[in-house]
């Protein structure tokens, strides 16, 4: 028999059992006793998504350093000036402050191992908004980053205006356009020395003005070997007189009938008789055309005075030149000597003005004063070749830049600079699409200091435009140059070739600055910069990339 229990240990019993199988409240009790781990948990990872998102920005920054850094290198020599660019686009792509960083440090230098790369690392400490809670007042990032720039081969070909204007010192004043030229040229060699990393950079000079000198660099099949120029002749009638020619006013009645002479030497038009009883007349040909009786062709090659008188557009029958520019113009070469439609002449205004007198079936011609004719011929161009010293390239744009002299046209120069860079046309057989392997890319830098000077009567490439007549198209013949210049920088840019353009000391750049390959491929300088922009060209022709 069961000893009965006191009332109030029974109610007691009940109550604990009541208890024990209730559960009512029990969420609360595991909240509280789950608190602190999920406030932990929550806080770390709130915490270390502030640290990466910190970390990014830091690597981002990181690797703009490095690539500034590296971009504003010349060649592979690493200054005080690298380090504080880097520095200075470190501190700008990551301030003080950003996310409540602490402790913020960046350290570059170039690679011990590599003279063409640089090493960057930075670190930052970013504070906890939970964490410390738990003792962790901060979390460590760091980023490492790499910058190397691979020049990889260039060819490239410096397109130079040394027209007379380029003897005038710039509007600000100081040394002249052209000696700021031949000293401001240098930056570009030294930002593209990387023949310590493999690299061949090879540097081509075409002077222009209104001519190019580059006969040296062609052979005899390119030139026309009878060659005939157009003027303005001033004639007498002479009558044989046992042998002497006797020439005086009273045969003028005799002169010769507008047309094309028996022998269709010369070609007589517009006839007029002057106040001395002379009569003048426009020959459209000489009968004494030069060739190889005159001055044989490889005589005028490697003379020095090698200028040229263009071809016809190609296609044409005859030597109009037309004002668009296509790769053949710029490719096609003459087969032999008498592919004469693709040959050109020899700039030689001596065979246009000359005192001496000449008598064809009874007419003894005189030849007009040339004093009025703007007449000049720049110093040789020079084709692709590499310069083992910046002393040797120096000299080299030294002798390019030697004659500053007479009018300017854009298109024979650039036209040229395309001629000189293809590596299909001319000079294919030494320009390699790769080296090794290596692809070689193709750059022009064209540099003038103003705009054309295309006069009427500058015996130029195209001939005097007053006699000749040469250059086709609509409008001025300035708008049909400019036609022709922006037409061969588009042919040029089709062939894979980049152009930069640097205008000295021009206030008008609308005719020269669409032939750059983008607007950042554009400069203008008052020539005190103009080192430090042909120093940027150099920078912008690598190819730079991050290498982590």
């Known amino acids: 028999m069961a000893t009965p229990q006191p009332q109030g240990a029974s109610l ?94 960046f350290e570059v230098d170039k690679d011990p191992d590599d003279n063409a790369q640089i090493l960057g690392k930075a670190e930052a400490s970013i504070p906890t908004a939970l964490m410390h809670f738990f003792g962790f007042d901060e979390i460590g990032v760091q980023a490492n980053c790499d910058a190397k720039r691979d020049l990889g081969h260039n060819d490239v070909v410096l397109v130079l205006d040394v027209t007379g204007s380029m003897q005038d010192a710039p509007s600000s004043g100081g040394a002249s356009k052209i000696s700021r030229l031949r000293q401001g040229a240098s930056g570009l060699y030294r930002a593209l020395d990387d023949s310590d990393n493999g690299s061949v950079t090879r540097f081509g000079i075409v002077p222009y003005s209104h001519t190019v000198n580059v006969a040296r660099s062609l052979e005899n099949r390119d030139f026309l070997r009878d060659q005939r120029f157009k003027g303005r002749w001033k ?52 009968s004494w055309a030069r060739s190889d009786e005159d001055q044989s062709l490889t005589a005028f090659r490697t003379s020095g005075d090698g200028c040229i008188v263009e071809r016809g557009s190609v296609g044409n029958s005859d030597d109009r030149i037309k004002p668009t520019v296509s790769r053949a113009d710029i490719d096609n070469r003459a087969a032999n000597a008498g592919d004469s439609l693709l040959q050109f002449g020899r700039y030689d205004p001596q065979s246009h003005f000359w005192t001496s007198t000449r ?70 057989a030494d320009n390699k699409s790769e080296i090794d392997g290596v692809g070689v890319d193709q750059h022009i830098v064209f540099m003038t200091d103003g705009a054309l000077d295309t006069g009427e009567v500058l015996n130029s490439a195209h001939g005097i435009a007053h006699f000749d007549d040469r250059t086709e198209g609509s409008g001025s013949l300035e708008s049909r140059h400019i036609s022709r210049f922006q037409s061969a920088c588009s042919a040029a840019k089709s062939m894979g070739m980049t152009i930069w353009v640097i205008a000295l000391d021009v206030t008008d750049t609308d005719g020269v600055k669409p032939c750059a390959t983008t607007a950042s491929h554009f400069y203008t300088s008052d020539g005190s910069d103009l080192e430090e922009i042909f120093e940027n060209i150099g920078r912008g022709i690598g190819n730079l990339r991050l290498t982590r």
């Open 359 to 428: 008598t064809r079936n009874g007419i003894r011609f005189y030849r007009i004063s040339g004093n009025d004719i703007q007449v000049g011929c720049p110093s040789e161009a020079q084709t692709l070749a590499e310069y083992d010293t910046l002393k040797s390239f120096e000299d080299a744009i030294d002798a390019a830049t030697a004659r500053v002299t007479g009018g300017t046209y854009h298109d024979v120069g650039i036209l040229w600079g395309a001629r000189f860079l293809s590596q299909s046309g001319f000079f294919a």
């Open 235 to 286: 004639y007498e009638v002479c009558k044989n007189n046992r042998g002497y020619w006797r020439c005086e006013t009273e045969y003028s009645q005799n002169r010769p009938s507008e047309g094309w002479s028996s022998d269709r030497s010369y070609y007589v038009q517009n006839l007029e008789r002057n106040s001395s009883g002379w009569a003048l007349v426009n020959v459209r040909y000489s």
């Open 12 to 105: 007691m019993i009940r109550t604990l059992r009541n208890l024990l199988t209730d559960t009512k409240g029990n969420t609360l009790a595991i909240f509280a006793a789950a608190l602190v781990p999920l406030v932990a948990m929550i806080g770390s990872g709130l915490d270390l998504s502030f640290a990466y998102m910190a970390k990014a920005k830091l690597q981002n920054a990181c690797d703009a350093a490095v690539l500034a850094g590296r971009q504003s290198m010349d060649g592979n020599f690493w200054k005080e000036a690298n380090e504080a660019e880097a520095h200075k686009f470190f501190d700008f792509n990551f301030p003080v402050g950003t996310m409540g960083a602490r402790d913020v440090s």
